[in-house]
């Protein structure tokens, strides 16, 4: 007789019917061991799962590996589990409205205070089908946006002069924005950048964008003008990452996956809600990420009080601490080469080398003034976001995801599962209440009713795992009541991750490092000039003519961070 195996919908019934009969238990021992069962019964459950899914992967690369293909992607009729914690917050700010209060409806803006009008037309009226007494009115304006695109093709005919006595040629000079940029005007130029960055475009796209108009080029010279015609912008890029570090004392930070040359990579995005900046890195450890924070500045280390501290905190070996005591010398900075021939004479193992060096560049990356140090960092739970700053906050938004990430089989805990998110919704949307009134009373409250809430013990063991990792967290998730003005979730960077996401489905990979920096400068240009309310083709146009007529973005992040915010640092 062969064995059925049981699907999701088969155990629920089963848990059910069974729930159903033991509902009127009474002694608390057999309770206690039917609720050890059911927790245990969910917790094989989720082992299977997830080694159902790890198999099928397995499968998957030995098939690929034997040249076949793998299971395909099939999506089925039903929606996914969605993971994300959007429908959550919405149904739990709609439930929080106030009695008598109603919905607040979209605010729409017209669209004709920003639209340029180019002509005019008048529209007149056949006069013979008015009546005697018809009235003259003036006008009914409506405006249609359209657009043309037509070739502004220059054939610039120089003027040549030869002197015999000389024996020199003498030419007239091109306009400043076409001498010495070769056979393509300003307006091709300035277009190149914002179909890579702003449209996603492949170059295979943009080369049949242009060939569409009848501008004769080659992809090779698109390749060529992307990855070597901008270099003055990668100064643009310093600059604008220079001021949003200085426009708050807070800063978000997330990564995701990039492709170089077929190998993988990371992009770390750093931002506020005055700026956007896009490194691409081979590695996401600490000491990369503290590169990002130094915008690349050769590294540097040191050994003092922080440094000690933090290495009190890796807990290394006796014997090492005692070599790291002898051979560096407090209070000095040294480079990574003098460093490593420093971490030579200890002979660390790998792991506790790195901790030394982490320890000390954080310390030096706390002492140095080339680059604005962040006083409080926001991002998810990830090691290498650790340590770095004076204080770190985490994000609500990515907590919440993991009790979504919970797969209940028992419907009993399904329904613990979502009680208690419910109250989960409802204590954020008060912390956002606070955001927008702070008070030191109120900011107790809300301290007292986190310990409440996530001391909760559900029965559900999971469930009741993922609450006390929450509570260990509490200072993190709580500096918001220290600081009103930190955002309570990393959406910024987040939604920044997705435009590099976005760009790595459309072209795969960058083939060289100039290719892969000039992608991380038009993307921190364009995100950034989008959150500054400035079009980003104008500005880009405005550069490659040499113009200058519009602020840099550097000094709008300045200015805007000088309107009317205060940073909370000043708390």
Not at 21 to 39: G, R, V
Not at 214 to 236: P, R
Not at 329 to 340: L, P, Q, V, W
Request: charged share 25%; hydrophobic share 30%; net charge positive.
């Amino acid at each position: 007789m062969g064995f059925t195996p049981l699907n999701k919908n088969d155990i629920q019934k089963i848990m059910v019917d069974l729930h159903s009969e033991t509902a009127s238990l009474t002694d608390p021992k057999t309770k206690s061991i039917f609720n050890t069962l059911l927790n245990l019964i969910d917790q094989l459950y989720s082992e299977n799962e997830s080694l159902k899914e790890q198999n099928q992967q397995l499968k998957d690369e030995v098939n690929c590996l034997k040249g076949e293909q793998g299971k395909p992607a099939i999506k089925a009729n039903s929606q996914p589990s969605d993971h994300s914690s959007e429908k959550e917050r919405k149904q739990n700010n709609d439930s929080n409205e106030g009695d008598g209060e109603k919905k607040k409806k979209r605010q729409r803006k017209s669209k004709l205070a920003n639209v340029k009008v180019d002509r005019e037309q008048i529209c007149p009226i056949d006069k013979s089908i008015l009546p005697k007494d018809a009235q003259d009115k003036g006008y009914s304006d409506i405006v249609i946006q359209d657009i043309k695109i037509i070739t502004d093709n220059v054939r610039y005919r120089r003027e040549m002069y030869y002197s015999p006595s000389t024996h020199k040629t003498y030419l007239a000079d091109l306009p400043t924005n076409v001498a010495g940029k070769g056979e393509y005007g300003v307006g091709i130029r300035s277009l190149i950048p914002l179909l890579k960055s702003e449209c996603h475009l492949s170059e295979r796209s943009i080369l049949g964008f242009l060939q569409n108009f009848g501008i004769e080029i080659s992809s090779a010279t698109i390749s060529n003008l992307w990855t070597k015609g901008y270099t003055d912008f990668h100064q643009e890029k310093t600059a604008i990452f220079e001021a949003g570090l200085s426009s708050t004392c807070y800063q978000q930070i997330d990564d995701t996956g990039a492709r170089v040359k077929g190998q993988n990579h990371y992009t770390q995005i750093l931002c506020n809600s005055f700026y956007s900046a896009y490194f691409t890195t081979p590695r996401k450890d600490r000491l990369t990420v503290l590169d990002v924070l130094t915008n690349f500045s050769p590294r540097q280390f040191v050994y003092n009080a922080r440094a000690i501290n933090l290495l009190d905190g890796f807990k290394l070996a006796k014997k090492i601490r005692q070599g790291v005591d002898q051979q560096l010398e407090k209070g000095i900075f040294y480079n990574e080469a003098t460093m490593s021939s420093l971490l030579d004479i200890i002979k660390p193992g790998s792991q506790q080398r790195t901790r030394i060096m982490e320890a000390c560049a954080i310390a030096a990356y706390r002492e140095q003034i080339e680059t604005p140090v962040i006083k409080i960092l926001m991002s998810d739970d990830a090691p290498q976001f650790k340590l770095l700053t004076e204080e770190r906050t985490l994000c609500w938004i990515h907590d919440g995801r993991h009790y979504k990430k919970l797969n209940p089989v028992i419907p009993l805990h399904k329904t613990l599962r979502e009680e208690f998110l419910t109250k989960y919704w409802i204590y954020y949307h008060q912390l956002k209440d606070y955001k927008d009134a702070p008070d030191p009373n109120k900011a107790i409250e809300l301290t007292q009713q986190f310990e409440a809430l996530f001391s909760t013990r559900t029965g559900y063991q999971q469930l009741d795992d993922r609450i006390a990792k929450t509570q260990a967290k509490q200072k993190e998730l709580l500096l918001v009541l220290k600081y009103p003005e930190l955002p309570l979730h990393n959406n910024a960077s987040e939604l920044g991750a997705r435009v590099q996401a976005r760009a790595r489905d459309i072209s795969l990979h960058t083939m060289s490092e100039e290719g892969t920096k000039i992608k991380d400068t038009f993307m921190t240009l364009s995100q950034t000039a989008k959150k500054l309310g400035v079009r980003t083709y104008d500005y880009i146009r405005d550069r490659v003519s040499g113009e200058f007529k519009l602020p840099s973005l550097a000094q709008l992040i300045h200015e805007k961070s000088q309107a009317g915010f205060v940073s909370p640092c000043n708390l």
